[in-house]
Every structure is written in structure tokens, then in C-alpha cells.
């Protein structure tokens, strides 16, 4: 089997010259002698305000919990990589909601259709796609994002806030937040506060049009930056070793999966290291994996021959112009070789192959961080309880994989300690979110109790 290199990845945000700061496409800055930094290593350390807390707490919050940046330092050098928490306020169906999953390498969400399950990915999806460039306040979320829930401490206008928590190799815990508006005279979108923490030490800090970050040396760099602009995902820094690159270098390396198999294809000639949670392009996907990881292939491959009676060998055959198709080689019980092309397969197949690549992935370059909404659709009652179990495996690897279901199998395939249950009494509730072993008895079997529409809260 040959695979071929397409290129390598170009830079999604900013650039570096010889000895200058870029800001792209910027041209808003208050101060026009930010563009005149040295490029060196980002020394660590409070560039300013030395000490204070990062963030105070929200006035709309209704708990206590602890605000962006406050978690303790001197993780620096804590290499696994893992999403530690996410937090939503006045989106969709939540309001002061909190995901806490720190320090759990597999973790499965469930509750009743509306609860909030996907909706939390979708938090996660859209911090992902800041790293690709996408910019925009009003495109920073899906359509109707904004909660028709009452909020218990009344706007002016409801104000959408998202936070997230990731670690980052040698960094250390990177904290992140966004706060959205849209007032009355606004047709769209606008920041209304943003702040990117790591370690403790406050690298990005934002309130509507100013921006300051630290830069070179320490410095202190202030502009002014349209309010319709998420400045994380266009600030442009002078090293690939600035914190606010390694955060969205993690946040790209994120893995969100909702494959739908009947849009799934095998032909292609782009570069996808990381795919779209359709995984429309699976050859693409497959073909760089291969080529960046050629260690993936074998993992791969067993797990296939495992799932699919017959299954021999994948290869990528090309279709001249720079187009290649993906095919599996079988073998027939007579002993015969023949091939189907990956758009002929079944839509299991094809669910099975998307966690066959994940696992193979996880094993030949950890560690990553899978989120997979409902991996069990599509795949037949014996191959759930593998694929669940394989893809938990996956995760060792300082690695960790979070996931969403309605199936018994599935939610029998992990313990109660890294069940999470989402719920609300109505839609006029938000939802909530607590650790199963808290909502049900140690006797009862979970699976049953869901199936049975227990009132669990």
C-alpha cells in the first residue's frame, strides 16, 4: 500500500517574520508599537497585575464556583493532556452549569432527549473551531444558542458566558473564557469579556474592544480590536511555544465525532489530520493518519479484522489528478480475494472503521482526547460493548475519551464512578448535572432505572 504525502499543515492564525510581530489581517491596534517585539520564548509569569485573580465571579453565577484561573500553580510540566472542565451559562438548556471531569480518563453523559448531552459537545466543538480561524462573534456559535430560559437575575440582555479547561503539556492548566452579548441596536454578536489563563498567569485579558496580552519578554501588549472579533483566534504570537499557540494547538488536536455514515466518503486529496465530526472525509482522514503516523496502520487493522468477517487489508489507490480512493481488501470463505470500495460499505461499517482509525490514533500518537456523541448508532448489539471497551482503552495512554448514550450496553460498559446524569424537570428548567453514584442506589442498576424513566434527580 502506498500513501502520499499531501503537505504540511500551514499556519491558522498569525505568522512570525524575522524579528516582528504580526497580527494578520489586524489593523486596530491602540498601539502601534506592539509590531516591534522580539521573537523569544514567552518567560513565565503574571505580565501584569502579579498575583491577582484572574477573573472575578460572574454576577449572573449561582453558586460558588471557582472562576477562571484560579486553580492552584505549579502544574507546569503535567504532560497528560485531558479537557478538566466546561462551564455554560444562559446557552441553550443551561444556566450556572457546570461539567467537572477532571482527572477522569473516560467519562459518559447521559439523560433523557433535551437534557443538554449534545449541547455540551457542541461547547466543545465551537472552542475547537477558534483554533481554526473561525473568528467571528456571531459565527462562534450554532443558531438559536441563546437560553429562552428566565434567569434568576435579570439583563438588560442575556449575556452567553463559556468557559473551558484543558490541560496543555508543560504549560499546565490553561483556562479559558467567553462572554457574548447582543444588544438591543446590535444585529449581531459582540464580546463582551474573554480571558485565557495558564498556570495561573494571565495571558489574555479582554473587556469589549480592549485587548491586552503578554507578549515577548513579558511585555504587555494592549489594541483595540473590533467587538466582533474573538481575539484568541487572531492574535498572532512570536513564538510556537506562546501560550495562547499551545492552547489552540490542543484545542485543533481535539477529536469531536458524530459520524453520519450515508455522507461519509473514501475519495478525496486534501489534508485532514483531524476531522469534522461527520467525518465526511474518512479517506482524507485516514490517508494523513497514515502518512503521519504509519505506526496506526497496524492497530488498525486488527481491530477491522476483528469487526469485519473477511476483512484483509485497507489500501488507498489513486485516482489520478491527486484524488485518491480508499478500499478494504477481503478474502471469501473460498479463499478468493476481492475489494469494496469505503463508500460501499455499511453504515456500521463505517462506524466501526471511524473507531477503528480513533483507537489505532490513540495508540500511535498519544495522547488525544476523544468526544464521541452516541458510539453506539448505527453499530450492531454484539460490536457495542467491544467498540466502548476499545475506545476506553484508547484513553490509558494519558489520554481521555468522553462520551454520550441511550444504550444499556453502552452505559453498562462504564463504571458508575465516570457516569454523569444530566437533567430537568421541564423545559422551562435548566439542566443539571451530577455523578450518577449521587442519584442512584448502588442496587439498582443503572441502564434499567434510565429505561424505566426513573424520576432521577
Known sequence: MGVHSIGSPSRLAGHRTD???????LNTFADPRAIALRSRVFPWGDPWASGRRASSVHPDRLSSTAPVGSIPPGLRWYNPVMVRRVYAH????FQN???????????????????????????VQSFRLLAFGRNQADEFLPDRSVTALPSSAPQPHPQIRLEIDMDIPQCGVASYSLSLEQPPAFRKMRVAEER???????????????????????????????????SVSVIGVPT???????????????????????????????????????????????????????????????????????????ANRSSGLGVWSLEYEFRSNSGGPYSISFGDLSDGEKCLSVAALTCALAEAAPPITVFWDEPDSFVALPEIQ????????????????????????????????????????????????????????????????????????
Not at 524579528?19 to 489581517?25: M, R, T
Not at 461539567?99 to 461547547?123: C, F, P, Q
Not at 457516569?419 to 449521587?438: G, K, Y
Open 97 to 123: 452549569t457546570e461539567m467537572d471531569i477532571a482527572d477522569r480518563r473516560h467519562v459518559l453523559l447521559v439523560g433523557r432527549n433535551g437534557s443538554g448531552k449534545s449541547s455540551l459537545l457542541d461547547i
Open 240 to 314: 510556537d511555544d506562546h501560550p495562547i499557540e499551545r492552547f489552540r494547538r490542543e484545542l485543533r488536536r481535539l477529536v469531536l465525532l458524530r459520524p453520519v455514515p450515508s455522507t461519509m466518503v473514501g475519495e478525496g486529496g486534501a489534508q485532514v489530520a483531524v476531522p469534522d465530526p461527520s467525518c465526511r472525509a474518512f479517506g482524507d482522514w485516514f490517508r494523513e493518519t497514515m502518512n503521519t503516523h504509519p505506526g496506526a496502520y497496524e492497530p488498525f487493522r486488527t481491530y477491522l479484522k476483528e469487526a469485519l468477517p473477511g476483512f484483509e487489508a485497507a
Open 386 to 457: 467491544r467498540l466502548i471497551v476499545a475506545l476506553r482503552r484508547a484513553a490509558r495512554n494519558d489520554g481521555q475519551f468522553i462520551a454520550t448514550s441511550h444504550d444499556a450496553e453502552a452505559i453498562r460498559a462504564f463504571t458508575r464512578e465516570n457516569t454523569l446524569i444530566l437533567f430537568r424537570s421541564s423545559h422551562s428548567e435548566p439542566s443539571r448535572l451530577r455523578p450518577a453514584n449521587d442519584l442512584v442506589a448502588p442496587s439498582d442498576d443503572l441502564a434499567d432505572a434510565l429505561a424505566r424513566g426513573d424520576d432521577i434527580a
Open 196 to 230: 485565557l489563563v495558564v498556570d495561573g498567569d494571565n495571558v489574555l485579558e479582554r473587556n469589549l474592544a480592549s485587548v491586552r496580552f503578554a507578549g515577548a519578554d513579558g511585555k504587555r501588549i494592549e489594541f483595540s480590536l473590533d467587538w466582533h472579533l474573538i
Open 19 to 25: 524579528n516582528a510581530f504580526d497580527i494578520g489581517s
Open 90 to 93: 444562559n446557552f441553550r438548556c
